[in-house]
């Protein structure tokens, strides 16, 4: 691919490669036995029944919001509700990343599955690689907005502990491939 302008220089795909030895992994996994609470969800009402009944086989602690009897409720509503009770708001409406609205601090956390409309078998991949990543651990969730487009990436918008502004990764977690990293460097 060539460079806009008509130069002659090849574009470098900004994405690296996440390398772990097997000590980082021993290191991973000894802190994340930390995180102890398990997960909650909220699942919104735009979230197949399918979707529903794959996390509850999986023995996820879920309420709709049916039986949250919210449903109709406005977003400001659904998201203070999630906040109150302490569960991650799992949704397709992509409006959950407005920080004004929702603000990442003290945000249970919330998980936007944006894919096109490609079935309930695609949003159940997708909150499969989200259960990968991020195991059962309800904690590592906590002020976090994790987005799913559906095409191989997720990008996690989370707080700075430094600045406490929020910053966004991007990661690519090909099947049976190494884990990436976009990079603007």
Same mark, same amino acid.
Request: charged content about 35%.
């Given at each position: 691919?060539?460079?806009?302008?008509?130069?002659?220089?090849?574009?470098?795909?900004?994405?690296?490669?996440?390398?772990?030895?097997?000590?980082?992994?021993?290191?991973?996994?000894?802190?994340?036995?930390?995180?102890?609470?398990?997960?909650?969800?909220?699942?919104?009402?735009?979230?197949?029944?399918?979707?529903?009944?794959?996390?509850?086989?999986?023995?996820?602690?879920?309420?709709?919001?049916?039986?949250?009897?919210?449903?109709?409720?406005?977003?400001?509503?659904?998201?203070?509700?999630?906040?109150?009770?302490?569960?991650?708001?799992?949704?397709?409406?992509?409006?959950?990343?407005?920080?004004?609205? @929702? %603000?990442?601090? +003290?945000?249970?956390?919330?998980?936007?599955?944006?894919?096109? =409309?490609?079935?309930?078998? !695609? *949003?159940?991949?997708?909150?499969?690689?989200?259960?990968?990543?991020?195991?059962?651990?309800?904690?590592?969730?906590?002020?976090?907005?994790?987005? @799913? %487009?559906?095409? +191989?990436?997720?990008?996690?918008?989370?707080?700075?502990?430094? =600045?406490?502004?929020?910053? !966004? *990764?991007?990661?690519?977690?090909?099947?049976?491939?190494?884990?990436?990293?976009?990079?603007?460097?």
């Amino acid at each position: 691919m060539l460079r806009k302008g008509g130069g002659n220089k090849a574009n470098r795909m900004p994405w690296k490669k996440i390398e772990f030895s097997r000590d980082n992994w021993r290191q991973i996994d000894d802190e994340m036995r930390g995180f102890r609470r398990k997960i909650r969800f909220l699942i919104d009402e735009n979230i197949p029944a399918k979707v529903c009944a794959f996390l509850r086989k999986k023995k996820f602690n879920l309420q709709t919001l049916q039986e949250a009897d919210l449903n109709g409720r406005d977003d400001e509503a659904i998201f203070q509700y999630a906040k109150q009770k302490d569960r991650i708001l799992i949704t397709r409406d992509r409006h959950f990343l407005n920080e004004r609205r @929702f %603000p990442l601090q +003290n945000s249970p956390g919330v998980a936007i599955l944006s894919c096109p =409309s490609d079935g309930d078998d !695609t *949003l159940i991949d997708l909150l499969e690689q989200l259960i990968d990543v991020y195991g059962d651990s309800h904690d590592l969730w906590y002020e976090q907005i994790i987005l @799913f %487009p559906g095409d +191989n990436t997720f990008s996690i918008r989370c707080r700075d502990s430094t =600045s406490s502004r929020s910053r !966004t *990764l991007k990661f690519k977690f090909p099947k049976n491939g190494t884990p990436m990293i976009w990079s603007d460097e």
